[in-house]
């Protein structure tokens, strides 16, 4: 297990100030709006996922956040700084890791780090030591000779290594086999946060979201540039909930109002609900099922339940 004791430090800032703040961010290419008026809030501490399908426009956002690009309207903040008018102040206090990293081919896996080191204030030592063991990487390897999951590594551990207030991440585990992706998930980042657990930022874009469930504090899910959901990942666990029933025979003429989603395969029943499952699981029981029980949608679930939530709430205000 990665030491906690090795993330001593820390820069302070005020946890009261939301890390990230959007506020109506819209940003086209042409006549295509990537992002379409899109709000949300990061308040320091939280594991914040950010989930959508490819093209849905959480890169663009991040971009913009990143002042890599310039939103058409709309604000980004991060630190309650703009980061279009205060660059240096911004990315000095946080690391960002893209879904596709590149690094000068001549520099060996060392030079690379020491490269990165000299940009920054803070680097923690330990914390290189113990990821380049986990990571079985050779200090030694030239950058061009390196795998994509291995690039993916090196740009983690740089990541980390400054120990910064926000870490922002764009499919980080993108490349990464399965053991050394779950790995990394729960021991580098939770530990990461662990270390100073009420200030400590992650804001990850994902499309790999069961393996971050256990540390997602709140997520948004977009749609198209557009919010779709956005909730803390324990109400969400607490509305969104799978019903499964059996009965003795095929029930007919079913009449569940309220329910998101109703699958029936034979005697079998598979109901999704949107903050309802009591009402439901009341009415079902007049049907005297065989078997009934009731769980919650893990997040991965949420995210793939949303575009049935998109389409049930299509035409609403």
């Known amino acids: 297990m990665l030491n906690v004791e090795c993330f001593p430090y820390f820069n302070s800032m005020n946890t ?118 986990r990571f079985q990487l050779d200090p030694n390897q030239k950058a061009s000779h390196l795998s994509k999951g291995q690039k993916t590594q090196l740009a983690l551990i740089g990541a980390i290594c400054p120990e910064p207030e926000l870490l922002v991440l764009d499919e980080p585990t993108s490349g990464l086999d399965p053991i050394v992706r779950r790995e990394f998930i729960e021991t580098v980042i939770g530990a990461y946060q662990s270390g100073d657990s009420g200030s400590r930022t992650v804001f990850v874009s994902t499309h790999l979201i069961s393996e971050f469930e256990g540390l997602i504090d709140e997520f948004t899910i977009i749609e198209q540039g557009c919010e779709l959901l956005t909730m803390e990942a324990d109400a969400a666990r607490d509305r969104f909930r799978k019903i499964r029933a059996r009965f003795a025979q095929p029930p007919v003429k079913l009449n569940l109002p309220g329910a998101l989603n109703v699958k029936q395969n034979g005697r079998e029943l598979e109901i999704l609900a949107d903050g309802n499952s009591e009402q439901l699981l009341e009415k079902l029981r007049t049907l005297q099922p065989e078997d009934l029980h009731c769980e919650s949608l893990s997040l991965e679930e949420i995210f793939v339940t949303s575009g049935v939530l998109k389409k049930t709430n299509a035409g609403k205000p």
């Open 16 to 133: 009261d100030s939301p890390v990230i703040e959007i506020k109506n961010l819209t940003r086209r290419y042409g006549k295509l709006d990537a992002v379409n008026g899109l709000s949300l809030t990061v308040r320091a501490g939280r594991c914040y996922g950010f989930f959508g399908r490819n093209g849905a426009g959480k890169t663009t956002t991040i971009k913009c956040l990143l002042n890599l690009l310039r939103p058409n309207s709309g604000t980004a903040r991060v630190f309650g700084l703009d980061p279009q008018r205060n660059e240096v102040a911004v990315k000095s206090r946080l690391a960002y890791v893209p879904d596709m990293v590149a690094f000068y081919p001549w520099m060996t896996v060392r030079g690379t780090l020491e490269y990165l080191a000299s940009f920054r204030k803070h680097w923690n030592g330990d914390i290189e030591a113990d990821l380049l063991k």
